[in-house]
């Protein structure tokens, strides 16, 4: 059964309106029985192969949202965040394509090793990580690892046995006004260590003072789903900030500044997204004013989207009954 079976009027030619561009993958169309294509290829077919509930990547998407990425931000470090989606295919796809990998947990850093990803390009960062998952990345060789609180300071000075670049969750304490659930940049929350407080100077001064512990930069997180791109540049600001103190306190220059994802993408039709392009002169012109203010030499910006990556690529397709016809839905 087909749509243009259940829906005759459909063959009027108004059909593509139907698969909004805004939350379909980009190479999404109907064929000319009237089926959904995802990158040529009909569900109803995957459907019939597969069977149902069944989810169907489009790479094409992939491929464009990575490019994207690269093209709005080409000084930046684009690292995709695996926890949005991670298969050895996915891996392998944004790898390709240039982007490093944030894992949180050994197993994504197996699937991504697995994969054939440079484990220089792979970040490690998770909250509460135990001593044996800090040992298989550092064991690993894993180019950075995110440290979260002064525990992982203790558990990874213990488990390294050569040099470790490593970077300090810092909560830049800015509310993006979301959901409580997903707002993990303000200063009351579990993760990371605030800007300011004895137990943040203390993180630093023992990786500074750690023969093994290379602190190369900040981290941090401000939330999920954020579409206002002012929160961005507040947080280099206030980060470039600590970066000069650190400078001052310890006579160590950090050279990295990650600023993490929760770009907000579209669900559903009128949903709000982050502006790349807004993001763009945004993030840069913050640089250019902090890095002034604190005569701080500008440094390496990394970003971590996830479902700014995957999400519109994905779909699931899924068969049920309807006035006793077997009907094909996707999303």
């Known amino acids: 059964m087909t749509l243009l079976e259940i829906f005759p009027s459909l063959r009027s030619g108004r059909v593509s309106p139907r698969l909004d ?3 379909w993958p980009c190479r999404t ?11 040529g290829v009909a ?13 169907v ?11 994207s990425y690269r093209a709005h931000f080409p000084d930046t470090e684009i690292v995709y965040a695996a926890k949005a989606l991670l298969t050895r295919t996915i891996a392998g796809l944004v790898a390709d394509e240039g982007l490093g990998i944030d894992v949180c947990s050994a197993g994504e850093l197996a699937i991504a090793l697995s994969a054939g990803v440079d484990p220089r390009r792979i970040i490690l960062h998770g909250s509460g990580k135990p001593f044996a998952e800090l040992e298989y990345a550092a064991g ?3 180019g950075r690892i995110v440290i979260d609180s002064l525990t992982e300071v203790s558990l990874l000075g213990a488990a390294v046995d050569r040099p470790q670049h490593v970077l300090l969750r810092l909560t830049p304490d800015i509310d993006v006004h979301g959901h409580p659930a997903v707002r993990t940049g303000v200063g009351d929350q579990k993760f990371g260590l605030a800007l300011h407080d ?7 001064r023992t990786i500074i003072d750690h023969p093994l512990l290379d602190l190369r930069g900040f981290h941090c997180h401000l939330g999920s789903q954020i579409y206002d791109p002012d929160h961005y540049g507040e947080a280099v600001r206030r980060l470039v900030a600590r970066m000069a103190e650190v400078r001052h306190d310890y006579g160590v220059l950090l050279t990295q500044l990650d600023l993490g994802g929760g770009h ?4 559903r039709a009128g949903d709000a997204e982050l502006n790349l392009s807004e993001l763009a002169d945004i993030v840069d012109d913050a640089l250019d004013a902090a890095c002034a203010r604190n005569r701080f030499p500008r ?4 970003m971590e989207p996830g479902r700014g990556i995957v999400a519109r690529a994905g779909v699931t397709a899924d068969r049920h009954r309807h006035r006793g016809r077997t009907l094909l839905r996707g999303r």
Not at 198 to 204: L, R
Not at 264 to 267: I, L, N, Q, S
């Open 21 to 23: 561009t805004t939350v």
């Open 264 to 267: 907000a993408v579209a669900y």
């Open 43 to 55: 569900l109803d077919d995957v459907a019939d192969r597969y069977g149902t509930p069944t989810y």
């Open 57 to 67: 990547i489009g790479e094409t998407e992939i491929h464009t949202r990575c490019r």
């Open 198 to 204: 004895e137990t943040t100077e203390e993180a630093i």
């Open 140 to 142: 690993a060789g894993v």
């Open 299 to 302: 440094p390496v910006i990394a």
């Open 29 to 39: 169309h109907y064929d000319e029985l009237g089926r959904i294509t995802v990158d």
